[in-house]
């Protein structure tokens, strides 16, 4: 059985805007939960995040997220592996696909949607979904965040519990 979240939202800002927040590390460590992003932003190009010094004061493991682009269409397509390495058991799942599409609309508004596939990782399912309140929100946190950062210039204060 294939597990899928979609996640849809409006963002007052043109699709070449919101790439550059998807796809610029300087902007990336910006919103949602931060890290220190290393990104080569092309298909069979990889990404890491690491640990803020917060994180790791809380004993996270420096590299907590990796994966690799699958397709890159700027600025209306991006197609991406996720895999957490938080702890040994999410380590164990298998790496995710999130798939990042942009479709500009009327008055400067983008639609964002993004698909991500959790198949046969429910402990990365119930973290990026929001479903762990622990975790402080999953993606619909961090889509939230982006949107607020975009439109207003601030970010929201992070929800870890």
């Known amino acids: 059985m294939s597990e899928t979240n979609v996640y849809r ?19 990336l460590e910006g919103y949602g939960y931060g890290g ?42 991006l197609v991406q592996t996720w895999h957490a390495l938080f702890d040994e058991q ?8 999130m798939t990042y599409e942009l479709e500009p609309g009327k ?16 402990l990365a399912a119930g973290i990026t979904s929001g479903a762990v309140a622990e975790a402080g929100g999953g993606l619909p946190w961090v ?4 949107k607020t950062l975009l439109e207003t210039g601030e970010t929201l204060p992070v929800q870890m519990g």
Do not use: C, F, N
Not at 143 to 146: E, I, T
């Open 143 to 146: 889509l939230s965040d982006l």
């Open 90 to 97: 999410m380590t164990a799942e298998p790496p995710t696909r």
């Open 9 to 27: 939202i409006w963002i007052k800002a043109t699709p070449e805007r919101i790439w550059r927040a998807l796809t610029d590390p300087q902007e």
């Open 36 to 77: 220190r992003y290393e990104v080569d932003v092309r298909a069979g190009g990889e990404y890491r995040v690491g640990a803020t010094d917060q994180m790791l004061q809380a004993g996270a493991p420096e590299l907590m997220v990796d994966g690799e682009y699958l397709e890159v269409e700027e600025p209306r397509r």
């Open 107 to 122: 008055g400067g508004v983008t639609t964002l949607t993004l698909t991500h596939q959790v198949d046969g990782a429910p």
